[in-house]
């Protein structure tokens, strides 16, 4: 593609690049996803084996590591929850302070996850575009190659022609990786808001139950 005019050699340029983040993205993406899964079914069999919620939120806080996910869900709800039960609140502004920063974590994990899923979508739906522009392009300086000879042979114009379509197909190498890997991480995304959610709501019952009982 040594000779390909520049434009095509700058739209072959940006697609190689944006297959090459894409592809980074996918690694980085795909790993931090399967943690989280990972570290949702770990601390929903430790939350459901019946360990009393104080022990719980004892031992995260003596860890070292950051939490993430259901774990930073829970520790900011519950820490919530015992300062709002020792400012003597009543018991629905306990319940209300303790699921609003639930909510709030919630919030700051589905940022996290969905970090950077955009430009799995973008590559994936602008890439083909680029890649045609330096097809058309290519075409066009082809033919205006033509313009100058007497007699136009297939020889003359195949080259040219090869050389641009290969943009095309740089473009799809680019784009089809990336919507894929973009609907299966949006559906694994989609999956744990979900699981989040659910185990919001039903934390935020236990957490109603606990408000009601003797202090």
Do not use: C
């Not at 095509?8 to 297959?19: D, W, Y």
């Amino acid at each position: 593609m040594a000779n390909a005019s520049i434009p095509v050699q700058l739209v072959l340029l940006i697609l190689l690049l944006a297959s090459i983040f894409s592809w980074a993205l996918m690694y980085v993406k795909r790993s931090y996803i399967r943690q989280s899964q990972v570290e949702a079914r770990t601390f929903e069999g430790r939350f459901w084996s019946g360990i009393n919620l104080t022990d719980l939120f004892a031992q995260l806080s003596v860890r070292q590591e950051k939490r993430f996910g259901l774990e930073a869900i829970f520790e900011n709800g519950f820490r919530e929850f015992a300062r709002a039960r020792k400012a003597k609140l009543n018991d629905n502004a306990v319940v209300r302070s303790a699921h609003r920063a639930m909510k709030v974590s919630m919030s700051r994990e589905i940022e996290v996850l969905d970090n950077n899923l955009s430009f799995l979508a973008t590559v994936g739906s602008v890439s083909p575009y680029i890649g045609l522009f330096g097809t058309v392009w290519g075409i066009m300086g082809s033919f205006r190659a033509l313009a100058g000879v007497q007699q136009a042979t297939l020889a003359m114009v195949a080259p040219g022609i090869s050389e641009a379509l290969i943009a095309t197909a740089m473009g799809l190498l680019a784009a089809i990786p990336a919507v894929i890997a973009y609907n299966k991480f949006s559906t694994e995304v989609d999956a744990m808001v979900i699981r989040y959610e659910n185990f919001l709501e039903e934390f935020t019952g236990i957490l109603q139950r606990q408000a009601q009982s003797p202090k």
